[in-house]
């Protein structure tokens, strides 16, 4: 019986260590042969733990987004089959995406469901996200050393932009863990609350260094909501959340106030992108001319977004789930064979691929799951505070982002499946208490 208890402890450690990689790696560049070792072994060593210890399926307790997520799953399905204009390569786009997204959320559920320990999951999750902060602060820390200059140059793990993202993932794990100890006196990592003050400081750091305005603007407005929710109760304690909104300000102004600075003549560069006529050249191509003490960036992105919602309102049923969506529908408004493949917006592609139907159901789904998230961490649930950060964020990051395939976009499936999993599976967990297994 103890030979027994110790292989399924060390298979569940096991297991843990593959989760931490596959979150660790989603999305970057030259790393799909790990990718799919992990999840192998991953499934591979549930289904050891299932055969071992012969656990019965509690069953799911969901609510609306359940009934959400079947929905657009649906949608996908119809309109690759009956509204894609070409339909074959819509179907094979959605099976090959939103197919691993699926997978990959059954596999964060059933972690949820064989896993008894629930801050080894949430343990793993944050590592594999976590550990690209340390390897940010060792590059920051390397260029320092060498020119006398913080900046972050690109590693083996992938650009400013890449990485931000996995910085803002951690960062919200790290929020939700503080919260929950001023909130419910609870906390959701082993350590004091010292260790997530200061690893909290170091991705905020880290993310203010990449440079990366989706991370940054995410970052902040995750801020933002975790003052205005502690402010909202009369129970917490003010002080906390006057040195959160403190240090959200002092982020945010230090994010736009070196010189040169990425966001300087931003609100101009947008305002004159949505008021003057298109150029076509922004559509081809990054190399395009900037009218004087304009910012490039906001700029051209501004100008992508507007075409693409534009876009959105004249071909409300899409084009079909295709990877180059975007060019297509250039070339059918404009005429340009040559286009660009995305308007730098996730959520616009989407709604250019399936159209507002699939949008309006996107983003249904996400407000459910940051509902269903936030409503179970009022009664004392961590976890669920970290489910709602993290679907916000991703969502965020999307309208900002182009991603419409491939492991970015469907990555996190197995971190908010994982996540959903513990509040559907296990919705009467204790409400005070420590926070574990």
């Known amino acids: 019986m103890i030979e027994a208890r110790l292989k399924l402890s060390l298979i569940t450690g096991s297991v843990m260590v593959c989760l931490a990689i596959l979150t660790a790696i989603q999305g970057v560049p030259h790393t799909g042969a790990l990718r799919t070792l992990s999840l192998l072994l991953i499934i591979t060593q549930l289904i050891w733990i299932w055969s071992a210890s012969h656990k019965s399926w509690p069953g799911l307790h969901g609510g609306i987004e359940v009934t959400l997520f079947w929905l657009l ?50 343990m793993a999750l944050f590592v594999g996200a976590y550990f690209h902060t340390g390897v940010a602060l060792w590059v920051l820390g390397l260029g320092f050393a060498d020119t006398g200059r913080i900046v972050y140059v690109e590693s083996m793990f992938g650009n400013g932009n890449l990485i931000s993202s996995f910085v803002a993932i951690s960062f919200a794990f790290l929020l939700a863990d503080g919260i929950s100890r001023v909130w419910h006196h609870r906390s959701l990592f082993p350590w004091p609350t010292i260790v997530t003050i200061l690893s909290g400081l170091a991705a905020l750091f880290v993310q203010i260094m990449l440079k990366a305005k989706a991370g940054q603007v995410m970052t902040i407005v995750l801020i933002a909501v975790a003052v205005l929710a502690m402010l909202s109760r009369s129970k917490v304690g003010r002080r906390w959340s006057v040195a959160l909104a403190v240090l959200g300000v002092l ?8 010189e040169n600075s990425r966001w300087s003549g931003f609100m101009d560069s947008m305002q004159t992108a949505w008021r003057n006529p298109i150029p076509i050249p922004a559509l081809l191509s990054d190399r395009v001319a900037v009218p004087s003490g304009l910012n490039h960036s906001p700029y ?39 286009g660009i493949e995305s308007s730098n917006s996730g959520l616009l592609d989407f709604g250019l691929a399936t159209g507002i139907p699939g949008i309006v159901l996107l983003l249904s789904l996400s407000v459910a799951l940051i509902w269903r998230g936030w409503s179970a961490f009022i009664v004392g649930r961590p976890e669920g505070a970290v489910l709602a950060f993290v679907v916000l964020q991703h969502i965020g990051r999307y309208a900002l982002d182009g991603t419409l395939a491939g492991s970015r976009f469907s990555g996190m499936a197995i971190i908010i499946g994982a996540l959903w999993g513990l509040l559907a599976l296990h919705p009467q967990q204790e409400k005070t208490g420590t926070y574990g297994g």
Request: proline residues 2%.
């Open 251 to 258: 982020a945010g102004w230090q994010t736009v106030r070196e």
């Open 73 to 122: 799953t649906l949608w996908l399905v119809v309109h690759s089959t009956l509204i894609a204009q070409t339909p074959l390569i819509a179907l094979q786009t959605v099976a090959d995406n939103w197919g691993k997204l699926l997978l990959l959320t059954v596999v964060g559920i059933t972690l949820a469901w064989l896993v008894d320990n629930r801050r080894r999951i949430v």
């Open 300 to 338: 051209v992105r501004s100008i992508r977004y507007r075409a693409g919602l534009e876009g959105v309102v004249l071909f409300p049923l899409g084009f079909g789930y295709t990877t180059d969506v975007y060019r297509h529908y250039l070339a059918t408004r404009y005429g340009i064979s040559e």
